[in-house]
């Protein structure tokens, strides 16, 4: 979904082949969202619990679990992109994501390498391929969006993260365009409701407000790219569904709403929002009061630096451990 009003953009946190050939094609047909991702968990949950894979499994029966994942891998990413094909065509973003072999987050050869391996053997254009926002995934963003492959820069949660792929995504788009290259898009990917797992427990002890980090850390970020706007790089808001009741299902959709934005959901999360009227304009708080927000955190002794770097830490350890989980399941 596009909202033309304030240039704000839907795309699906799922990936699974009997959804993508039936349902999928019908949610992009009611304008429901304009692109999709993936991660791997969604394909370690996809592989592993769904009977649609039986029979491709069958017959990749000798093969390596890495072979069989990326198989089953390529082929639904392909199918994801196909549907998506005409939003791509019409210049409305259109993107699937992939992400590389985690295990791989350390060594940006072998991480350079697999993205380009991946990205030609989808054989799509509006593929995007997640690389995570480290040290070493940083040279691989910039290679490859010189390449002309589209990037998604994952598990983004400092500003600090969001400068360094601003830097290297601006530099590889301009060394593409300046060899002829006419299209490449990056988004960053800025995790939210992660913040709010973590800390509201501790902030509600302290009579601080709950459910907000996470907004106030996404806006902070948001504001930094679009100070430093570049049309063809976005935020993505991802992680923005919510855990228990406390919530509505769709609260991080309708209050990180702004132009140049995407945010990335479940399905259900997805309906949820379209159930109700997203907004007509800008939800997002001001930097004066995302200034003020952490003022209080920092007095209340939350040490936001040290939270960047466990939740990035936890979100590579979680990425590793679904992945390694779906390799032992297709052995």
């Known amino acids: 979904m596009k909202a033309n009003n304030i240039g704000y953009s839907l795309w699906l946190d799922f990936i699974e082949r009997d959804f993508l050939k039936h349902d999928f094609p019908a949610l992009l047909d009611r304008g429901a969202v304009n692109g999709a991702t993936s991660n791997p968990s969604i394909f370690a949950n996809a592989l592993t619990t769904s009977p649609a894979y039986k029979e491709a499994l069958s017959m990749l029966a ?8 990326e198989a089953l891998a390529i082929e639904d990413i392909r199918t994801a992109a196909q549907e998506l094909r005409p939003a791509y065509d019409r ?8 992400e590389v072999d985690p295990f791989l987050s350390d060594d940006t050869e072998a991480t350079l390498a697999e993205a380009r391996r991946l990205f ?3 054989g799509e254009p509006n593929v995007m391929i997640k690389i995570p926002a480290t040290e070493a995934g940083y040279p691989v963003m910039q290679a490859l ?3 002309g492959i589209s990037v998604n820069a994952t598990l983004v949660f400092a500003p ?5 792929c601003l830097k290297v995504m601006k530099v590889g788009i301009d060394e593409f365009e300046n060899t002829g290259g006419e299209r490449v898009e990056a988004v960053i990917s800025v995790f939210v409701s992660r913040f709010d797992r973590m800390l509201d427990t501790t902030l509600e002890a302290k009579g601080l407000p709950t459910a907000q980090t996470g907004i106030m850390n996404a806006a902070r970020i948001y504001y930094t790219v679009e100070q430093n706007r570049t049309p063809s790089i976005q935020t993505l808001f991802a992680s923005t569904g919510v855990k228990g009741d406390n919530l509505p299902a769709d609260y991080y959709l309708q209050t990180l709403c702004a132009p140049h934005a995407i945010n990335t959901a479940p399905l259900a999360t997805i309906e949820a929002a379209l159930a109700n009227t997203l907004p007509s304009d800008s939800t997002l708080p001001s930097l004066d009061e995302i200034d003020a927000f952490f ?3 920092a007095e209340a ?3 936001m630096d040290a939270v960047y770097e466990q939740l990035l830490n936890e979100g590579l350890a979680a990425f590793e451990e679904a992945f390694s989980q779906m390799l032992s399941a297709l052995e």
């Open 91 to 98: 210049g409305s973003e259109g993107y699937i994501s992939i």
């Open 301 to 303: 002794g939350i040490e």
């Open 160 to 164: 600090e993260q969001a400068k360094r």
């Open 295 to 297: 003022a209080q955190l």
């Open 145 to 147: 969006l010189s390449d």
């Open 62 to 69: 000798d093969a390596t679990p890495k072979a069989k994942y």
């Open 120 to 122: 030609k053997a989808i």
